[in-house]
């Protein structure tokens, strides 16, 4: 291989398999394994920045709009923060995340550029969701899928890196933050 490494996909009988032990994911229904990846489900729950500017210093409110039965709407030029109903725990892997392609094809963006997961991740994935014109989503549907890489030891898991995201239980707003500072105080505005 001239010192290049093989990059491995787990196909879906993989995950399946491993599921229990060096994956986790909760809910879990057999009906969302693919060939090569896991379809993870929209939650209920958006976050939408209360300002149009936004400044990385600073810890951005943002504020909570339920997605009604019926569909909300969302528009072009908005960022909603949205989570996965799935709870996922990913060991020995590094976990990716994906749009759909029926999903992409609706105009539909889940992630600006946090697709990349780190092995050791603990948590519901947060979706940084966009749309390129007005379309209405709804609550429960299947927006992503979550594929894993496998990883050349030796490696660090992403709490043994101090992850700021670990452990979550809904959706998050940015912490970048927290790095101008080199602190983990929940409050700096």
């Not at 809910?27 to 936004?54: A, C, G, T, W």
């Not at 101090?162 to 940015?174: L, P, R, V, W």
Request: hydrophobic residues 35%; aromatic residues 12%; glycine residues 8%.
């Amino acid at each position: 291989m001239n010192g290049s490494a093989l990059k491995i996909i787990l196909s879906g009988l993989q995950i399946k398999n491993k599921l229990g032990h060096e994956i986790i994911i909760t809910p879990f229904d057999e009906k969302k394994i693919n060939s090569n990846s896991y379809n993870l489900s929209l939650h209920n729950e958006l976050l939408v920045y209360e300002n149009e500017l936004l400044d990385m210093r600073i810890k951005n409110q943002a504020h909570k709009i339920l997605i009604p039965d019926d569909g909300f709407i969302m528009q072009p030029g908005k960022l909603y923060l949205a989570r996965t109903v799935e709870y996922t725990e990913t060991h020995n892997y590094v976990p990716m995340l994906e749009g759909r392609s029926s999903i992409g094809r609706l105009g539909i963006c889940i992630h600006v550029t946090a697709g990349f997961g780190d092995v050791g991740f603990c948590g519901y994935w947060t979706l940084e969701l966009f749309c390129v014109q007005p379309v209405k989503i709804y609550a429960g549907v299947e927006i992503a899928q979550i594929y894993y890489h496998e990883i050349a030891e030796p490696y660090e898991t992403y709490s043994h890196t101090g992850g700021k995201y670990q452990n979550n239980t809904g959706i998050q707003t940015s912490m970048l933050y927290r790095e101008f500072y080199n602190s983990q105080p929940e409050d700096l505005s």
